[in-house]
């Protein structure tokens, strides 16, 4: 079991697309253990995209994203990082394959609808950016034991249980 940070960027948000793309991760059977709607800090926008400081697109992907709330999701689940990336797809709208969110809602380059941790060591850092941990909240969902194997259901020590 692993936890990625998701990101519904202004665009999705002001398109209302908002559940429809919830609604894709919990089809494949993630569980939300974390969700905020916030229009996002510059600063904290700054030390979420440091790896993209200087580059051409840098200044207007900060505007863009700090002009408007964005939804904030912490998604539990098997290999939720890669799988999450793979549902995202390509990060150009127009090169995105379709059946991705990505390919199927937008065609921009600039206002791609989401962004999804790429790395473990990404996530651990984005959640921590954006989640308290006390907003992180574990429970069980009745339908687990339907969508994992028996094997697959143990969580790592990593994981803790919040207390009741
Ligand atoms: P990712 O979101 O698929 O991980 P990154 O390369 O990490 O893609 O870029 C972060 C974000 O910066 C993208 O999601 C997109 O919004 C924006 N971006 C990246 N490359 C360009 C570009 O060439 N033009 C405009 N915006 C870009
Ligand atoms: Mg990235």
């Known amino acids: 079991m692993e936890r990625t940070l998701i990101i519904l960027k202004p665009d999705a948000v002001q398109r209302q697309l908002v559940g429809r793309i919830i609604g894709r991760f919990e089809d494949k059977g993630f569980k939300i253990v974390g969700a905020k ?16 400081k200087g580059k051409p697109f840098y200044q207007r992907l900060l505007a863009f994203m700090s002009k408007d709330p964005v939804v904030i999701l912490a998604l539990e689940g098997k290999n939720a990082i890669a799988v999450c990336r793979k549902m995202m797809g390509a990060t150009f709208g127009s090169k995105a394959d379709a ?18 941790s790429d790395s473990p060591e990404a996530a651990a850092k984005e959640l921590q950016l954006f989640f308290d941990t006390d907003e992180l909240v574990s429970y069980d969902i009745i339908s687990a034991p339907w969508i994992y194997d028996e094997d697959e259901l143990v969580e790592p020590p990593s994981l803790p249980r919040t207390p009741p």
């Open 99 to 116: 059946g991705t969110i990505r390919g199927d809602f937008g065609i921009s380059d600039s206002f791609n609808l989401i962004h999804g």
């Open 37 to 52: 709607l916030r229009r996002i800090p510059r600063q904290t926008l700054e030390r979420h995209y440091s790896d993209h």
